[in-house]
């Protein structure tokens, strides 16, 4: 058994969330959601965090998590669409476990992307996402161990990434 966390990587709308916790279901590990985390940590929403705190509180309080994590037994980490273009957190993740990049097309992702309900991309047009794209991924494709192709769907990306996780162990 894969005695390391497991950290996915990738754009806000590709399936790191939706993967990561059906992995994690499969793995009968605990699953953490690093953007979830540090609303819980400081009792606020990242829009709130972002508001009163700035950008960068928010990106200390990511390394924050992932320091936290080290310590923890081995689980199934989704990390911020941001998360690893910051090279002290590629080292951490690197230092404790895999990174896989969940890799699914800009235009899926533009096709159903809520951007409203993305809180770093709340009021933010295709044209951010689009952006956020082009800055991220190549860090994605630098940081990552391993790629996972989900441009076929859900059940399709679930199965490939356990499999994957299967091959590694």
Not at 45 to 60: C, H, K, W
Not at 83 to 105: A, Q, Y
């Amino acid at each position: 058994m894969l005695n390391m966390h497991i950290f996915l990587v990738g754009m806000a709308g590709a399936g790191k969330t939706s993967l990561g916790r059906r992995l994690a279901q499969n793995l009968n590990w605990n699953f953490v959601d690093t953007d979830q985390r540090v609303c819980e940590l400081m009792g606020m929403t990242v829009n709130e965090i972002f508001a009163s705190f700035g950008e960068p509180l928010f990106r200390n309080a990511e390394t924050g998590v992932l320091i936290e994590l080290v310590g923890q037994p081995p689980c199934v980490v989704s990390t911020g669409g941001e998360l690893c273009t910051f090279s002290e957190n590629v080292t951490i993740m690197k230092n404790h476990g895999i990174i896989i990049h969940i890799d699914r097309p800009l235009d899926q992702i533009l096709s159903d992307i809520k951007t409203d309900r993305r809180p770093l991309l709340a009021g933010g047009s295709h044209e951010d996402v689009i952006d956020q794209y082009n800055r991220c991924i190549g860090h994605y494709r630098a940081a990552a161990d391993y790629r996972l192709d989900n441009s076929k769907g859900f059940i399709v990306g679930a199965k490939n990434l356990t499999d994957l996780v299967e091959s590694i162990q």
